[in-house]
């Protein structure tokens, strides 16, 4: 049973960082892509980030680019996203997700972590 766990969100300020973090567990996810979402209210969720666990090779929306940085711990099986400069639109539900290789979708996900920033 595959399981992706977020932690790290909270409340902060604009300008200010933080780390979340997706504890991946069940299987090897030696050859997976791990992504990184967000859902604000009212709104769809959206791509933030990307990277290729065997590789490490990262891909970024737009909107972040600059400001946060995906990277994975192969040995702790946990993928994180330092998000810096944070800003009141970086508000939202930021979800972890796995997509198995030749997989066109993301087919495993997590529960999501909170993200509030205040202006």
């Known amino acids: 049973q595959v399981q992706l766990v977020e932690s790290g969100g909270g409340l902060v300020q604009a300008g200010s960082s933080l780390r979340l973090s997706c504890a991946a567990s069940?299987?090897?996810?030696?050859?997976?892509?791990m992504g990184w979402f967000r859902q604000a209210p009212g709104k769809e969720r959206e791509f933030v980030a990307a990277?290729?666990?065997?590789?490490?090779?990262?891909a970024y929306a737009d909107s972040v680019k600059r400001r946060f940085t995906v990277s994975r711990d192969i040995a702790k099986n946990t993928v994180y996203l330092q998000m810096n400069s944070l800003k009141p639109e970086d508000t939202a539900v930021y979800y972890c997700?796995?997509?198995?290789?030749?997989?066109?979708?993301?087919?495993?996900w997590g529960q999501g972590t909170q993200v509030i920033v205040s202006s």
């Open positions: 069940g299987r090897t996810f030696s050859s997976y892509d």
């Open positions: 997700a796995a997509r198995p290789p030749g997989v066109d979708s993301w087919k495993y």
């Open positions: 990277v290729t666990w065997s590789s490490n090779y990262a």
